[in-house]
């Protein structure tokens, strides 16, 4: 299964939010899980929180809130939100690579 992290990052938590980068970066770089794609937005508007997406490919739900729930950006509350859920991708070329193993 195809699964989605959307987060916002906490304005007023920058600071800490760059204190935990290369922790953050570990965690991603350090799971078993299968992360297709990650990273962020482009910088936020003034006073704005950025935003982040991380598309993996899981067994289940479960095991991806479990992987998100262990982010230091998610412990600290760098994070204002967090929303996973499935996605069923059915066009484009990324999915055409997942779909012949590439």
Do not use: C, N
């Given at each position: 299964?195809?699964?989605?992290?959307?987060?916002?990052?906490?304005?007023?938590?920058?600071?800490e939010r760059a204190r935990l980068l290369e922790e953050h970066k570990a965690h991603l770089q350090g799971?078993?899980?299968?992360?297709?794609?990650?990273g962020p937005s482009a910088p936020p508007a003034a006073g704005g929180g950025s935003t982040a997406l991380v598309?993996?490919?899981v067994e289940t739900l479960a095991e991806f809130e479990a992987f998100s729930a262990g982010d230091?950006?998610?412990?600290?509350?760098?994070?204002?939100?967090?929303?996973?859920?499935e996605w069923?991708?059915?066009?484009?070329?990324?999915l055409e690579r997942l779909s012949d193993g590439s």
């Amino acid at each position: 299964m195809i699964v989605a992290r959307y987060a916002i990052s906490d304005p007023g938590k920058r600071a800490e939010r760059a204190r935990l980068l290369e922790e953050h970066k570990a965690h991603l770089q350090g799971t078993a899980i299968r992360i297709l794609l990650s990273g962020p937005s482009a910088p936020p508007a003034a006073g704005g929180g950025s935003t982040a997406l991380v598309i993996a490919e899981v067994e289940t739900l479960a095991e991806f809130e479990a992987f998100s729930a262990g982010d230091p950006f998610v412990r600290s509350g760098v994070y204002a939100s967090v929303e996973i859920f499935e996605w069923r991708p059915t066009l484009g070329l990324l999915l055409e690579r997942l779909s012949d193993g590439s």
